[in-house]
């Protein structure tokens, strides 16, 4: 253990020293909280109030709507910056130090992985805790223990979700100038996978299920059932059911795959599932690295 545990806390450091890296790990999440600020909020409430007539409660769904897909962003775009360290390792040669020291191989996938898993981790914590406050100075509530419990529960399953993806993709990639591009790729198109630039339901059919087969949207959805819960009920309490059903689809809160719903069930049996068959295939590739 105590090689694992020297090895996460090297990658940690070196993370936290590199400010661009930070910074850049970050932009998605600061884009998406620019945006909102200046038009997605009003956009989406004037988009409600035609659902559901102006009623109180509204800026707090969207708030809520808002913060579930910035949680899930964040484990995608910050993960993905923590395990640009094995990039560095690598260009640097120091992976292939690593490679050929008595150090397991797993050992080293494991301390990449739980690095980016701390990290992730607490960034998503700051992010949540600082949308709280503005949701509370917005006019919103907050939840009981036990609903934060469960959001930090699937927090954590998103974000093991994404560094599973991102870490079998940087074995896949050799030089920083191929994760930055790697980087740039995720982080534009991040926003409308998370159904945060748009909702889902705006979205042509065949690019909607291309979404629904990718496990941040996954994420999302769950993160969206736990926290949109209460202020779903204030705003539809007088609608009927079906205004409300149709909502949480059009939204991405509900996903479904033909006429059926998706249960949270099968979307957390679904990143469970991803999961372990991303960290197979990054402790496969990680066997076949030779440098």
């Known amino acids: 253990m105590k090689p694992l545990r020297a090895m996460v806390f090297r990658n940690n450091q070196m993370f936290l020293r590199d400010k661009a890296a930070v910074f850049f790990s970050l932009i998605s999440v600061f884009i998406l909280i620019g945006l909102y600020a200046l038009f997605l909020a009003r956009v989406q409430v004037s988009a409600i109030v035609e659902r559901a007539g102006d009623v109180p409660g509204i800026r707090f769904v969207v708030d ?3 913060l579930s897909g910035l949680l899930a962003v964040n484990s995608v775009t910050v993960s ?3 395990l640009g360290n094995m990039v560095r390792d690598r260009q640097n040669k120091v992976l292939g130090d690593f490679l050929v020291s008595p ?4 050992t080293l996938l494991w301390s990449y992985l739980i690095s980016a898993l701390i990290v992730t981790f607490v ?3 700051l992010a949540f805790g600082l949308m709280e406050i503005y949701i509370l100075l917005a006019g919103g509530s907050l939840f009981a223990p036990m609903e934060y419990f469960y959001t930090l529960l699937l927090l954590m399953l998103c974000i093991l979700s994404s560094t599973s993806v991102n870490f079998f993709l940087v074995t896949l990639v050799k030089t920083p100038s191929a994760f930055s591009a790697l980087s740039t790729i995720i ?6 996978l998370a159904g945060l630039y748009m909702p889902i339901g705006m979205m042509p059919k065949a690019i909607q299920l291309v979404i629904k087969a990718i496990p941040l949207s996954h994420g999302a959805a769950l993160l969206r059932q736990q926290l949109m819960n209460i202020p779903l009920q204030q705003v539809f309490s007088q609608a009927p059911p079906e205004v409300l059903q149709e ?5 991405g809160v509900t996903l479904t795959m033909g006429d059926q719903n998706i249960s949270p069930a099968i979307s957390i049996a679904y990143l469970l599932l991803q999961c372990f068959l991303f960290i197979g295939l990054s402790a496969w590739r990680l066997q076949r690295l030779k440098d």
Do not use: A, C, E, P
């Open 64 to 66: 809520s709507w808002i």
């Open 80 to 82: 993905l910056g923590v």
């Open 103 to 106: 150090l397991k191989r797993m």
């Open 123 to 125: 960034m998503g914590l």
């Open 187 to 192: 982080g534009t198109l991040i926003g409308f």
């Open 247 to 251: 909502f949480k689809i059009f939204y």
